[in-house]
């Protein structure tokens, strides 16, 4: 579903040249839901706007199903972004001047979708992650977590090839970011979502089927849950702390 070929990214300061992602390759198979975690500077957020593509990388290949996205002018990407790819932020992203069930219509406004099937399906998510009985308020007059589930409802209802989640959990409390979590696995499980997501939380990753950890700009090594979720935030509390200690960061 998402395949990543040889992708390198360095920054120009002056004379100096940063290298921060090195000949990155991976593949995310459909349906699967994978965290990318690594120390504050590792490439993580780098990583992920450049699969989105916004902003520019220099050398190797993204593929969105079967489609090459590389080369693609800033209108065909905006297609892409649009009708395959979704978004979760940390910050919500929310319109404050939309209600919940218009956030979540937006893709479909924007992509001009016939409105009684947008509402069917707005109405479908509204129910899967348990925000129906919000849906006719406005953000902030909802918690962070049914703002988060919003905007995961938000993110599926173009029913895009990946999701793609920055630090989804960061600004949440631990109940909240249960309640997330959750809407995760729950679009994973009921609706086959495939999930990219960056965090350093290894208690939010221990849900995942699989963690990639970077390190210094490149895999250090990928560990694929095979075990219950506390037995794998065990393993990779362990991993980190081989490390050196996993702090909140913000690449």
């Given at each position: 579903?998402?395949?990543?070929?040889?992708?390198?990214?360095?920054?120009?300061?002056?004379?100096?040249?940063?290298?921060?992602l090195?000949?990155i390759?991976?593949?995310?198979?459909?349906?699967?839901?994978?965290?990318?975690?690594?120390?504050?500077?590792?490439?993580?957020?780098?990583?992920?706007?450049?699969?989105?593509?916004?902003?520019?990388?220099?050398?190797?290949?993204?593929?969105?199903?079967?489609?090459?996205?590389?080369?693609?002018?800033?209108?065909?990407l905006?297609?892409v972004?649009?009708?395959?790819?979704?978004?979760?932020?940390?910050?919500?992203?929310?319109?404050?001047?939309?209600?919940?069930?218009?956030?979540?219509?937006?893709?479909?406004?924007?992509?001009?979708?016939?409105?009684?099937?947008?509402?069917?399906?707005?109405?479908?998510?509204?129910?899967?992650f348990?925000?129906?009985?919000?849906?006719?308020?406005?953000?902030?007059?909802?918690?962070?977590?049914?703002?988060?589930?919003?905007?995961?409802?938000?993110?599926?209802?173009?029913?895009?090839?990946?999701?793609?989640?920055d630090e989804?959990?960061?600004?949440?409390?631990?109940?909240?970011?249960?309640?997330?979590?959750?809407?995760?696995?729950?679009?994973?499980?009921?609706?086959?979502?495939?999930?990219?997501?960056?965090?350093?939380?290894?208690?939010?990753?221990?849900?995942?089927?699989r963690?990639?950890?970077?390190?210094?700009?490149?895999?250090?090594?990928?560990?694929?849950?095979?075990?219950?979720?506390?037995?794998?935030?065990?393993?990779?509390?362990?991993?980190?702390?081989?490390?050196g200690?996993?702090?909140?960061?913000?690449?």
């Open positions: 579903m998402l395949k990543v070929n040889n992708l390198s990214k360095s920054y120009k300061t002056g004379k100096l040249n940063y290298e921060v090195m000949d390759s991976f593949e995310v198979d459909k349906g699967e839901f994978v965290a990318v975690m690594g120390p504050s500077g590792s490439g993580k957020t780098t990583l992920l706007n450049s699969i989105s593509c916004f902003i520019p990388f220099d050398n190797g290949e993204i593929l969105l199903g079967d489609q090459e996205i590389t080369g693609l002018n800033e209108e065909q905006a297609d972004r649009n009708r395959k790819l979704g978004f979760v932020f940390q910050d919500f992203m929310l319109l404050d001047g939309l209600t919940v069930f218009e956030n979540i219509c937006m893709p479909q406004i924007i992509a001009e979708k016939e409105v009684k099937k947008m509402e069917v399906l707005a109405n479908k998510l509204c129910e899967i348990g925000i129906s009985h919000i849906k006719n308020k406005y953000p902030t007059e909802i918690s962070g977590g049914e703002k988060q589930r919003t905007a995961v409802a938000r993110a599926l209802i173009n029913q895009p090839h990946v999701i793609l989640a989804p959990t960061g600004n949440l409390d631990s109940k909240s970011c249960r309640a997330v979590v959750d809407a995760f696995l729950q679009a994973k499980d009921e609706m086959g979502a495939t999930i990219f997501m960056v965090t350093h939380d290894s208690y939010v990753a221990s849900f995942c089927d963690v990639i950890v970077l390190k210094d700009g490149k895999i250090h090594t990928q560990l694929r849950r095979s075990c219950k979720q506390t037995e794998f935030m065990d393993i990779l509390l362990e991993t980190f702390k081989q490390l200690s996993l702090k909140n960061d913000n690449e």
